[in-house]
């Protein structure tokens, strides 16, 4: 089966710039995580989705970061205005609503605020 | 905050078997033992989890002490594409715990 997709892998704008990042889960998985990994450390639960519905965005800075799951498919994560430190890694995962187990990670994107 | 205690990183040589330690000593009843791994730029990869026995798949065992504070994660014939950093993570089997991470062991696989 095809894994989780995100796109772009990189891209690298300057402060105070605004930034989307896409993610298409595993087919048929209900519950959709957005992770940030800043270097050096382990990923950082952002927001988790079930469905389309927000289960969990305690740890989302939501005077800049947004994030969306209209048809409880695929994802889009925004920051807007960027800060330097906002430079990192950003992970999406997915897994089956019925599985709680192992969660399925995609490749990331690359963030890189100048 | 992290409930797992992990060594930085480790080091071992190819064809040997990689124990990785991990320390949970505040673990709850219900809680199970979960190990991921994550290669250069590449997203975490789950393993293996436990509650309380051992367990092994097609990737590693896992055995859990009798007390459930600790744990080790066995590569039982590790290969240079093991190289990776290994998380061993707590939490409770349901949709709403959440995975926490902490900084892993790196382990070096040498030629």
């Known amino acids: 089966e095809a894994g989780v997709a995100q796109s772009p892998r990189y891209k690298i704008i300057e402060k105070r710039q605004s930034v989307a990042f896409w993610c298409n889960p595993i087919s048929g998985h209900a519950t959709l995580y957005w992770y940030q990994q800043i270097l050096g450390q382990g990923p950082k639960l952002l927001i988790q989705f079930q469905n389309n519905g927000v289960v969990d965005d305690s740890q989302l800075p939501k005077d800049r970061f947004s994030a969306e799951r209209l048809k409880g498919v695929d994802s889009t994560l925004k920051i807007q205005p960027a800060k330097l430190e906002d430079s990192a890694v950003y992970l999406c995962a997915s897994n089956q609503d019925r599985t709680y187990n192992e969660q399925f990670f995609g490749p990331g994107t690359r963030l890189t605020v100048l | 905050d992290a409930k797992t205690t992990q060594p930085t990183s480790m080091d071992c040589a190819e064809g040997r078997a990689a124990n990785l330690p991990c320390n949970h000593s505040?673990?709850?009843?219900?809680?199970?033992v979960y190990w991921y791994r994550q290669i250069h730029s590449q997203g975490p990869q789950y393993i293996i989890h436990g509650l309380k026995n051992n367990e092994t798949n097609e990737m590693a065992s896992l055995i859990i002490t009798e007390d459930r504070k600790s744990s080790t994660l066995i590569l039982p014939h590790a290969t240079l594409r093991d190289t990776a950093v290994y998380y061993c993570i707590v939490r409770v089997a349901n949709r709403d715990d959440k995975i926490i991470f902490g900084k892993g062991t790196r382990l070096h696989i040498l030629p």
């Open positions: 505040t673990i709850s009843g219900n809680e199970y």
